[in-house]
């Protein structure tokens, strides 16, 4: 099964409007950390942020945040302000802690274009 | 402070060739590990070192594939004999060994792209 789940293959957004990428996970550990990254046209893999599974707050890093219901099993990723800049692929990524291993398990990313 | 890098990033070889990539990681991260992302698919786990010691090798996908980490700073992945599948973009991440129950970041590099034709 699936561990991260990112349905939308391509967005669209206009410049200086907010965005939302989801992500929904699958894990029955009690204790896993979600993560973001953007990955440009350049290539390289950028960290954006992080959500805790005891973190009581959503998660935010200047204009990103986490929409984190736990309930739901979904960490979405919102851009507010979309700039030029922001158009890259997107990964939303879970690592489990009682898991023996350190790996990350990734969804297939969604790729933003942000529209001037 | 320098990121992880990442050497060569492209390769273009045909079946059959051997490919060595190599990854630096940040001064410093004891844990080591690859990925592959294989075009339009997610990106996989390879496997994890935590200094020269493999942690978890269980996304290996045969013994075509061989890492090494020597003397725990940099690490190579070969690949011998190379085949079509192995196409991909294979990314190398870094992290400190964490301290606590926060789980660490993993700090990525650029990625080689690699194209067995």
């Known amino acids: 099964a699936q561990k991260i789940t990112q349905t939308q293959p391509g967005m669209f957004v206009q410049e200086k409007e907010a965005v939302t990428l989801d992500c929904t996970y699958d894990?029955?550990?009690?204790?896993?950390?979600l993560f973001w990254y953007k990955q440009p046209s350049s290539g390289e893999m950028i960290f954006l942020i992080y959500?805790?599974?005891?973190?009581?707050q959503n998660a935010t890093e200047g204009r990103y945040s986490l929409n984190f219901q736990k309930a739901r099993k979904s960490a979405n990723l919102v851009i507010s302000a979309s700039q030029l800049g922001d158009s890259a692929m997107y990964f939303c990524?879970?690592?489990?802690?009682?898991?023996?291993?350190?790996?990350?398990?990734f969804g297939t990313g969604t790729s933003l274009t942000v529209i001037p | 402070e320098a990121g992880v890098t990442q050497f060569p990033s492209h390769s273009v070889i045909e079946k059959g060739q051997t490919v060595t990539l190599r990854c630096d990681p940040i001064?410093?991260?004891?844990?080591l590990y690859w990925y592959r992302r294989v075009m339009g698919k997610e990106i996989k786990f390879l496997l994890h070192?935590?200094?020269?010691?493999?942690?978890?090798e269980s996304g290996m996908p045969n013994n075509r594939f061989l890492a090494e980490r020597t003397g725990g700073t940099y690490s190579t992945l070969k690949v011998q004999p190379a085949e079509l599948e192995d196409s991909g973009v294979y990314f190398c991440?870094?992290?400190?060994?964490?301290?606590?129950?926060?789980?660490?970041?993993?700090?990525f590099g650029p990625g080689t792209r690699l194209l067995v034709l």
């Open positions: 991440a870094s992290s400190p060994l964490a301290g606590g129950p926060k789980l660490e970041t993993q700090y």
């Open positions: 894990t029955s550990d009690p204790s896993y950390g």
């Open positions: 959500q805790g599974s005891y973190d009581q």
């Open positions: 990524a879970m690592r489990e802690v009682s898991h023996t291993g350190n790996q990350f398990y």
């Open positions: 001064s410093g991260h004891d844990n």
């Open positions: 070192f935590v200094k020269e010691s493999k942690q978890d």
